[in-house]
């Protein structure tokens, strides 16, 4: 017998994204309300959209295991909405790295520090550690400040799903399933937040993100980078950001990486495009020597940032073409900067194969 789970009611509000208008900072006391009352409320932030709740309140959070179908030993990050509630729920100020990186909030990152006992172990999935994050985005630090209470919130996808950057994908993968929805248009950054462990002697990046890994060195010096961020765990390694181990953002075709020279590179999408139903993710610049059909740019192979923003919505569209049975991705030989977080998002993608030209 299959039974079907009752759809929730999703209320959908549009805001500016500067909370303009009277009716924008009404609709944020609204859904403050829904999050006190212990509902979900789907929110924009700078990096991707997140699936939020009260983060202090263990049914609250159940609610967003449920909606994403997310495995619950993989634990969720907290977001606050100033610097010093962060000593709030994990111990900060005592830490020896936080006051360096403190600077950098808000913003798109996320720091993993000791976890205080008010936070419900479920939100951590019982590790002692809690993952904190003080969002840029004005939608989200209002709502959150506005609410009154900390707000738990992984990314609005289904697990396993590419991240959403827009409001739609949200709503593609949430719609009947969260109590709200909250609609201000696309997110500026588009991948998810940098992710910092302060635990340890040596900081350590276990999810590059737009505050890079380069710009990480400078403040610590030394900065150890989590092997799982380009290489494919082994069954029984341990994940240091356990949704590091995880199948992601993969498309139903198989992705394949193709990085070399450009002319190689080309050459070679350009003849699978000959043989096989392929969709194809390239720079604009690669248009010229593609053939158009099932072609997706993100954009100049000169802006790493706009293709970081573009990335996941090209991911998803790959799923609406009609009978693809692979896909081919033009990657940046360059690592730096944010492109290393692009190309780690890719290579999960792809499920880490790669064809070097
Ligand atoms: O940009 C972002 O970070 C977005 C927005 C909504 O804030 N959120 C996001 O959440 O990407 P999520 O749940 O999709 O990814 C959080 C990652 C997971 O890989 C999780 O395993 C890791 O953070 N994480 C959470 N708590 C942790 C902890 N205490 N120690 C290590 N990793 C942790
Ligand atoms: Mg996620």
């Given at each position: 017998m299959i039974l079907k789970r009752k759809m929730k009611e999703t209320v959908i509000l549009k805001v500016s994204r500067k909370l303009e208008t009277e009716e924008d900072k009404k609709n944020i006391l609204l859904a403050a309300q829904y999050i006190r009352e212990g509902k979900t409320v789907c929110m924009p932030t700078e990096t991707v959209y997140g699936l939020g709740a009260n983060a202090l309140c263990t049914d609250a959070v159940a609610k967003i295991f449920q909606a994403k179908g997310r495995p619950q030993d993989n634990p969720l990050i907290i977001h606050v909405s100033s610097v010093q509630d962060i000593d709030k729920y994990c111990v900060a100020n005592e830490n020896k790295h936080f006051s360096k990186i403190s600077h950098l909030m808000p913003g798109p990152l996320t720091l993993v520090l000791k976890k205080r006992?008010?936070?419900?172990?479920s939100v951590c999935a019982g590790l002692e550690t809690v993952a904190v994050r003080f969002p840029k985005n004005e939608v989200a630090a209002s709502l959150i400040r506005e609410s009154g209470v900390p707000i738990a919130a992984p990314s609005?996808?289904?697990?396993?799903r590419p991240s959403p950057t827009n409001a739609s994908h949200v709503i593609e993968d949430m719609f009947g399933k969260v109590d709200m929805i909250i609609d201000a248009g696309p997110c500026d950054v588009g991948l998810e937040s940098t992710i910092v462990s302060l635990v340890s002697e040596i900081p350590v990046l276990l999810r590059p993100g737009a505050v890079t890994y380069e710009e990480l060195c400078e403040i610590f010096g030394r900065v150890d980078v989590s092997p799982a961020i380009l290489a494919e765990m082994k069954p029984e390694e341990k994940a240091a950001a356990p949704g590091m181990k995880y199948k992601h953002y993969a498309p139903r075709a198989e992705a394949y990486l193709v990085s070399g020279e450009k002319k190689k590179v080309l050459d070679f999408i350009r003849e699978k495009q000959r043989n096989e139903k392929c969709a194809v993710i390239c720079f604009d610049q690669d248009k010229e020597q593609?053939?158009?059909?099932?072609l997706l740019l993100i954009g100049d192979e000169n802006d790493p940032e706009e293709q970081a923003r573009r990335i996941f919505d090209a991911l998803r569209k790959t799923d609406e073409l009609?009978?693809?049975q692979s896909v081919y991705i033009h990657v940046n030989e360059d690592k730096s900067g944010i492109r290393l977080a692009t190309f780690n998002r890719l290579l999960k993608a792809a499920a880490f194969r790669v064809i070097s030209l």
């Open positions: 006992d008010i936070v419900p172990s609005a996808n289904i697990s396993g593609l053939f158009e059909k099932n009609d009978n693809i």
